[in-house]
């Protein structure tokens, strides 16, 4: 196969994505996620004996495969996961949201299509998903009402954030958000996964709910439905009256319907919701 460097901060990081299938099959690899055609997690690129170095290295390496030819080409055509993914942190940079810095990224070519697409980022030795974070182990951390409430409304700002700058991604899950605890600074929230990630002159309402219901699906499990409410309410900015809500709530019934029908058909059919469209 034939390796083409899409993108590296330095030549120390062109040096390391080069590296990939002999990084990702070493001890120095922890993986993450092993699943289909994914395989990601963090590399550790430190030399023995230098441990405690101050500027010692841990990055994240993600490489996805290809399945067929036939796919490859099409990725050829209109963008690799990899492109996509140094599109959609530039986006985020551009607009001061938080992401992984990228590092490196490269696709990997055989018969003219694409067969593999990597990237480098930096890692975020500090975070953790929206989920653990929220929760910690065993579920200690969730009888904290008030610390829940603090990262519900940090996440509901940094959303409502990434809208009002006409950016939305189309797999908003509670795992593509990243949190940080900052002390008396409050909590820091990243995007993560940011092939998903795409510019638009300004996000309307259905695109907004699509994101809200996906993330709101996502958060079912470790949050009541007192504590998602709050969170609409953190991210509109405002409490809807009876009337408004009711509008809101056919939104969201429609979306979840919408999400439904794509999973057991492929493709979103009916049409999109309408109530409140001049909402941000």
């Known amino acids: 196969m034939r ?32 699943q289909g055609k994914t395989l990601a997690g963090f590399i550790n690129l430190t030399e023995p004996g230098e441990a405690n170095r101050p500027d010692a290295d841990t990055a994240f390496i993600k490489r996805v495969e290809i399945p067929s030819w036939a796919r490859g080409i099409y990725e050829r055509i209109r963008g690799s996961r990899a492109e996509h993914s140094i599109a959609g942190a530039a986006m985020l940079e551009t607009y001061g949201l938080a992401h992984p ?38 579920g200690v951390k969730r009888r ?17 954030r990434l809208h009002a700058s006409g950016i939305y991604t189309r797999d ?22 940011h092939e998903d990630f795409r510019k638009v002159a300004t996000v309307g309402w259905d695109r907004r709910m ?13 949050l009541s439905r007192s504590a998602r409410l ?19 709530v056919v939104d969201i019934m429609a979306t979840r319907d919408r999400i439904e029908r794509r999973k057991r058909h492929g493709s979103v059919a009916g049409p999109a919701p309408t109530a409140l469209r001049g909402i941000g």
């Open 172 to 193: 908003l899950q509670e795992t593509n958000l990243m949190v940080e605890d900052h002390g008396a600074e409050g909590f820091k929230v990243y995007f993560i996964d």
């Open 210 to 222: 699509l994101n809200l219901v996906h993330l709101d699906r996502s958060v079912g499990r470790f």
């Open 101 to 138: 810095e990228p590092l490196a990224a490269m696709n990997s070519y055989a018969g003219g299509a694409i067969r593999a697409s990597y990237l480098l980022s930096r890692a975020l030795l500090d975070a953790d998903t929206l989920s653990r974070f929220a929760v910690g182990p065993g």
């Open 144 to 160: 904290d009402v008030r610390r829940r409430k603090r990262i519900s409304d940090a996440v509901a700002l940094e959303v409502q």
């Open 3 to 34: 390796n083409h460097v899409l993108y590296a901060r330095s030549p120390k990081w062109r040096a390391v994505i080069e590296r990939a299938d002999e990084l990702l099959a070493s001890p120095d690899f922890r993986p993450l996620k092993a």
């Open 230 to 248: 709050d969170f609409l309410y953190s991210y509109l900015g405002w409490r809807p009256d009876r009337a408004d809500m009711r509008k809101i």
